[in-house]
């Protein structure tokens, strides 16, 4: 099976061609790339060590702009733009204050449409998928909603024994939400706490009890998983409750692949067991699960989720538990 690239883009209006050469970076299976950035400029990432290059040796078109100082930069990366994006923050860039709208393609298929809610708001799109050629094109089009830019390019390798059976040369794994449950920090975490620099949010579910483990000697599983994230999970704060979570789509033929990430935080006593069932929209999903102390498992979606506009996940103890059901993380693609 072909390389598998995470590939997320923070954008600002260019029609990039990448070529896939992974060995040029300093972190293993990184490509980190500043669109904007000065030709003879490179730097590492204060907060990650993320090591960027400019982005002048993969692209001939398009404008470099610079963010107006009158705007907050949170992070160097977003500090320039190239009219036309992927991870995208605009900032006012073009003094107009009145952020486009824009269309995004990868390669000639339709990948999203790129809105910004105010100036200062920086948004990311993230796709997983397997590459049949050795370079990729991610393409900014202008609908008519002023001139497209983007402010940086990802690519990560990621392993093809995880997310890889879903994403073949013919189909594109797209990023809804990656949720950290149960985070004691309330913090967001990629590289280095994840070794494939995914971001996990932090996401408090309702009715929900945190509970905590020490993370050292926490396995990863074959999705590699930080071990930050896994050592809290979330219980419902009434033991006989299901713990659950939700999200909604405008169209009923929108397909999902839903990945729950399982690791029992607590040491059982002999008299206590912590099993159970999965439903989906009150259909039995998976079940039953018994998650391993220290012990990372990933569940996750042998069809795609489809044909609803609301989507309810469930967690029910069986009645041989004793203890609630527990949730650490989760990916909806």
Same mark, same amino acid.
């Given at each position: 099976?072909?390389?598998?690239?995470?590939?997320?883009? %923070?954008?600002?209006? %260019?029609?990039?061609?990448?070529?896939?050469?992974?060995?040029?970076?300093?972190?293993?299976?990184?490509?980190?790339?500043?669109?904007?950035?000065? $030709?003879?400029?490179?730097?590492? @990432?204060?907060?990650?060590?993320?090591?960027?290059?400019?982005?002048?040796?993969?692209?001939?078109?398009?404008?470099?702009?610079?963010?107006?100082?009158?705007?907050?930069?949170?992070?160097?990366?977003?500090?320039?733009? *190239?009219?036309?994006?992927?991870?995208?923050?605009?900032?006012?860039?073009?003094?107009?204050?009145?952020?486009?709208?824009?269309?995004?393609?990868?390669? $000639?298929? %339709?990948?999203?449409?790129?809105?910004?809610?105010?100036?200062?708001?920086?948004?990311?799109?993230?796709?997983?998928?397997?590459?049949?050629?050795?370079?990729?094109?991610?393409?900014?089009?202008?609908?008519? &909603?002023?001139?497209?830019?983007?402010?940086?390019?990802?690519?990560?390798?990621?392993?093809?024994?995880?997310?890889?059976?879903?994403?073949?040369?013919?189909?594109?794994?797209?990023?809804?939400?990656?949720?950290?449950?149960? =985070?004691?920090?309330?913090?967001?975490?990629?590289?280095?706490?994840?070794?494939?620099?995914?971001?996990?949010?932090?996401?408090?579910?309702?009715?929900?009890?945190?509970? &905590?483990?020490?993370?050292?000697?926490?396995?990863?599983?074959?999705?590699?998983?930080? @071990?930050?994230?896994?050592?809290?999970? $979330?219980?419902?704060?009434?033991?006989?409750?299901?713990?659950? !979570? #939700?999200?909604?789509?405008?169209?009923?033929?929108?397909?999902?692949?839903?990945?729950?990430?399982?690791? #029992?935080?607590?040491?059982?006593?002999?008299?206590?067991?912590?099993?159970?069932?999965?439903? %989906?929209?009150?259909?039995?999903?998976?079940?039953?699960?018994?998650?391993?102390? *220290?012990?990372?498992?990933?569940? =996750?979606?042998? *069809?795609?989720?489809?044909? @609803?506009?609301?989507?309810?996940? &469930? !967690?029910?103890?069986?009645?041989? &538990?004793?203890?609630?059901?527990?949730?650490?993380?989760?990916?909806?693609?």
């Amino acid at each position: 099976m072909g390389m598998l690239l995470h590939f997320l883009l %923070v954008l600002f209006g %260019v029609l990039p061609t990448i070529f896939v050469l992974i060995q040029a970076q300093d972190q293993s299976g990184f490509i980190s790339i500043d669109c904007g950035l000065p $030709a003879h400029l490179n730097y590492s @990432a204060l907060d990650t060590g993320i090591s960027y290059i400019s982005d002048a040796k993969f692209i001939d078109t398009g404008v470099t702009k610079r963010i107006l100082s009158t705007e907050i930069i949170l992070k160097q990366l977003l500090e320039y733009v *190239r009219s036309f994006p992927t991870s995208f923050y605009y900032g006012n860039y073009d003094n107009l204050n009145q952020p486009p709208q824009f269309d995004l393609h990868f390669g $000639a298929n %339709v990948w999203d449409t790129v809105n910004f809610p105010n100036v200062s708001v920086t948004t990311t799109r993230e796709i997983i998928y397997t590459p049949s050629l050795d370079y990729i094109q991610p393409c900014l089009v202008n609908t008519g &909603s002023r001139t497209p830019f983007i402010s940086a390019i990802e690519l990560r390798s990621l392993n093809n024994t995880a997310y890889g059976k879903y994403s073949d040369k013919s189909s594109v794994l797209s990023l809804s939400f990656r949720s950290d449950i149960g =985070s004691i920090t309330n913090l967001q975490y990629r590289y280095k706490d994840d070794v494939n620099d995914r971001i996990w949010f932090p996401f408090q579910l309702n009715e929900m009890k945190r509970l &905590s483990t020490n993370e050292d000697l926490l396995g990863q599983g074959s999705y590699k998983l930080p @071990a930050i994230v896994m050592s809290t999970a $979330a219980i419902p704060v009434n033991a006989s409750a299901p713990l659950q !979570l #939700e999200w909604e789509t405008y169209n009923v033929n929108d397909r999902f692949y839903l990945y729950m990430h399982f690791n #029992e935080v607590e040491e059982l006593a002999a008299n206590e067991t912590r099993e159970f069932n999965i439903t %989906v929209n009150d259909k039995f999903w998976f079940g039953p699960e018994i998650p391993g102390y *220290r012990s990372v498992n990933t569940i =996750s979606s042998i *069809r795609p989720l489809t044909g @609803a506009k609301r989507y309810q996940i &469930s !967690l029910y103890k069986t009645e041989n &538990s004793t203890l609630p059901p527990i949730l650490n993380a989760y990916e909806v693609y």
